[in-house]
């Protein structure tokens, strides 16, 4: 600003040149404050004092989600805080989140411009870059079609309903052949680095019409990078929202750019393979589909979102992404939960082995069967809660909720975590129970219950892959529970605490299978 000012004050004097730098400092002061001035009838939002320079940083701790739930017991189901220089809008509570998320969907579904999501692919992440609401959606289409009609599509084997069964399927048998490799060479297996592999390779399957074996040094370099990706990315690091941080040397930002860069080049190495032997008459997968969009709209002169192409097919590093980290993490702490409460894995077998039998694999048309699993599934979402906050969100204009004013531009944090441990919407929160989604005689799921549970966000930006993702969760845990018996290694006991993160892991551990079936798989 007082650079652009300089030539003004070349033909004045010292004393009248600082006179007309002060003038214009309190211009832009009383223009600032009026833009932050609060709209007649709205409210000033509530929240803590923040501190010179840092803010709320100190309150916010190394579990924001509980710290964050603690202040809306306080302040609210909205209100303020400040991370560094910037102020944080915290919504919590059911009602005010489907308010902002659903009903007001428009105003709340921008993404904030954080410095860390600025280099996720590239920067042409469709889940984390600050796209303009027009080609953020145009862009979600097509993800979203792609990912729904290469689940869809017919399978190779008609034992499948579908390719995505046939994925899920094939890999989870291999997966039970993994583990019992891992006990009799090992004498323990560790979830994650097990899960992981097989996750990803449905995914794969599906993006690059392609497997990996489970030793694949590769793959397994790329998938093992992801702790440390969600350990940036999660709701509150100060990087983001303290400028000055970024000038620090930093390991942990350091790294988190090597694994941005590794991750795009193990995906683009892949997308200019699908380049090189693409033919229009022969779509192999969601690559393909995506090229495919690409040379259709170079003919198509009335396309009216402009996109290169680069942003159509970096899609797929986003559908890898978020598709192989959340689901790992879903049924790895499936397994810690099934080992924490053997009374419930118990229960839960018997309910297969009456209902589905264990001669054969069980499939997606099982699922009414099966009202314990899902029961299970819906309590694990809430319990685990393991992605505390959505994916930050931020105001494309000014806006008020719950009767306070809320600018444009302002960042804003969704505590699903508060919402699935609120006791007024849940009977003791903290206790894992299953039953709590069950009718009376167990049954059957309690449906509306079961809507209750926020894991996949809500509205304009609920997660595009949470019907493949409950497919994934469902169908592993039916056939890990069918052929496995879980347990802790002698003498050890299970760790639940999570680590906080994005997507929040229980520490890797080991733990023990012994098979279950009559026949050895
Ligand atoms: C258990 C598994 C999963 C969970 C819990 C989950 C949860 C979420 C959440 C909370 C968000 C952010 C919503 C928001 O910002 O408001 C999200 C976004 C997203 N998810 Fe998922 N997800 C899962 C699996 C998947 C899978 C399997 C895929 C793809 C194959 C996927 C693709 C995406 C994409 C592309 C977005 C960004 C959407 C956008 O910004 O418009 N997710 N997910």
């Given at each position: 600003m007082a650079l652009m000012i300089l030539p003004l004050i070349g033909s004045l004097s010292i004393s009248e040149g600082l006179l007309a730098i002060a003038t214009m400092c309190l211009v832009y002061l009383f223009l600032k404050h009026f833009q932050n001035e609060i709209p007649k009838g709205l409210r000033r939002l509530p929240g803590p004092k923040p501190l010179p320079i840092i803010g709320n940083v100190l309150e916010l701790g190394s579990k924001p989600y509980l710290s964050l739930t603690a202040m809306s017991k306080r302040y609210g189901d909205v209100f303020q805080i400040q991370i560094g220089m910037r102020p944080v809008v915290v919504l919590s509570g059911n009602e005010t989140v489907r308010q902002a998320l659903i009903k007001q969907g428009d105003e709340f579904a921008g993404r904030p411009d954080l410095y860390s999501f600025s280099f996720v692919s590239d920067g042409k992440s469709l889940a984390f870059s600050t796209d303009k609401a027009g080609v953020w959606r145009a862009r979600r289409k097509l993800a979203y079609n792609a990912l729904r009609s290469f689940a869809t599509l017919?399978?190779?084997?008609?034992?499948?309903?579908?390719?995505?069964?046939?994925?899920?399927?094939?890999?989870?048998?291999?997966?039970?052949?993994?583990?019992?490799?891992?006990?009799k060479v090992e004498g323990g297996f560790d979830p994650f680095r097990n899960i992981v592999v097989s996750v990803a390779n449905v995914i794969c399957g599906m993006c690059f019409g392609r497997r990996y074996d489970h030793n694949d040094q590769e793959l397994l370099s790329i998938v093992n990078l992801s702790d440390e990706f969600s350990q940036v990315a999660g709701s509150g690091n100060l990087a983001d929202f303290i400028p000055l941080l970024r000038f620090l040397p930093s390991k942990t930002m350091k790294r988190f750019l090597e694994i941005n860069d590794r991750f795009y080049t193990f995906v683009q190495k892949i997308v200019s393979e699908h380049y090189?032997?693409?033919?229009?008459?022969?779509?192999?997968?969601?690559?393909?589909?995506?090229?495919?969009?690409?040379?259709?709209?170079?003919?198509?002169?009335?396309?009216?979102?402009?996109?290169?192409?680069?942003?159509?097919?970096?899609?797929?590093?986003?559908?890898?992404?978020?598709?192989?980290?959340?689901?790992?993490?879903?049924?790895?702490?499936?397994?810690?939960?099934?080992?924490?409460?053997?009374e419930i894995q118990e229960r839960l077998f018997q309910e297969l082995k009456d209902n589905v039998g264990l001669d054969r694999t069980p499939l997606l048309s099982d699922k009414a069967k099966l009202p314990q699993l899902e029961a299970f599934i819906l309590e694990l979402f809430r319990h685990a809660s393991f992605l505390p906050f959505t994916i930050p969100h931020c105001t494309s204009k000014d806006t008020s909720l719950n009767g306070y004013f809320i600018p444009e531009n302002t960042c804003i944090f969704i505590n699903q975590w508060q919402i699935n441990h609120d006791p007024e919407l849940w009977k003791d929160p903290s206790s894992f129970n299953p039953e709590r989604f069950l009718s009376a005689d167990g049954t059957e799921v309690n449906k509306s219950e079961g809507e209750k549970v926020?894991?996949?966000?809500?509205?304009?930006?609920?997660?595009?892959?949470?019907?493949?993702?409950?497919?994934?969760?469902?169908?592993?845990?039916?056939?890990?529970?069918?052929?496995?018996?879980?347990?802790?290694?002698?003498?050890?006991?299970?760790?639940?605490t999570p680590e906080y993160g994005l997507v929040m892991k229980h520490k890797r551990c080991h733990l023990r299978a012994t098979v279950r079936a009559s026949s050895e798989q």
């Open positions: 017919e399978g190779t084997d008609p034992e499948y309903s579908c390719m995505l069964e046939e994925h899920i399927c094939k890999e989870a048998k291999y997966l039970i052949k993994q583990v019992n490799t891992a006990m090189a032997t693409y033919n229009k008459d022969n779509i192999r997968d969601i690559t393909d589909s995506l090229i495919d969009h690409c040379e259709d709209r170079k003919l198509d002169e009335n396309a009216n979102v402009q996109m290169s192409d680069e942003k159509i097919v970096g899609i797929v590093n986003d559908l890898f992404g978020a598709g192989f980290d959340t689901v790992t993490t879903a049924l790895s702490w499936g397994v810690m939960y099934l080992v924490a409460y053997p926020v894991a996949f966000g809500l509205g304009r930006r609920r997660c595009i892959g949470e019907v493949i993702a409950r497919h994934e969760v469902f169908l592993f845990l039916a056939i890990f529970i069918q052929n496995l018996h879980f347990q802790t290694l002698p003498g050890e006991s299970v760790d639940m």
